[in-house]
């Protein structure tokens, strides 16, 4: 009887602990809107300001930038874009990246990166959207020791990013 009530003890506690960790990943949906341009993150994103994006959103292990390109500013710096796949290909041009790597899901393209600053390496996920007369690049990042933790995540935010 001893044993029988202290293995029903452990299995709550084991349930207890489970319930807590899952609850504790599962984190409330937190939109972020720039322009026309609003992506779902969750509330452990806070955004800030940096010099060059229209929208600079962090986490404790993943950074979402956002750059908005009009059509006009980009005609206007010498650039005959005529499409979306267009605007990528400049982009992988800029980034030195093999046009092999773009890549098309749902309504916009990406390709994946690394770059290793000041001694870590981190892994950049570029997105790139069409929509309201501009041009959006989108980026993911994270430390590449944790992209494999956070990829179905980050693709999950990128889906979610719609243009009015």
């Not at 960790?21 to 026309?36: I, M, Q, R, V, Y």
């Not at 010099?51 to 390109?69: C, K, M, P, Q, R």
């Not at 690394?114 to 959006?136: D, E, L, N, P, Q």
Request: proline residues 1%; positive net charge; glycine residues 4%.
């Amino acid at each position: 009887m001893r044993k029988r009530v202290k293995n029903s003890i452990l299995i709550i506690m084991v349930f207890v602990l489970c319930m807590t960790s899952l609850t504790a990943c599962s984190k409330d949906p937190k939109n972020f809107t720039c322009g026309n341009l609003t992506v779902t993150l969750n509330k452990t994103f806070k955004e800030s300001s940096h010099n060059g994006f229209d929208l600079y959103v962090s986490s404790d292990n993943v950074i979402f930038s956002v750059v908005e390109e009009s059509e006009e500013n980009l005609e206007f710096s010498g650039y005959t874009i005529s499409n979306l796949k267009g605007y990528c290909e400049e982009i992988l041009l800029l980034n030195n990246v093999s046009s092999d790597e773009l890549k098309q899901r749902n309504n916009y393209y990406y390709f994946i990166n690394k770059k290793t600053i000041s001694g870590a390496s981190y892994t950049y996920v570029h997105c790139m959207f069409y929509g309201s007369g501009s041009y959006w690049i989108c980026e993911f990042v994270c430390k590449t020791k944790n992209y494999d933790k956070y990829k179905d995540r980050i693709f999950k935010w990128a889906d979610s990013i719609t243009i009015q």
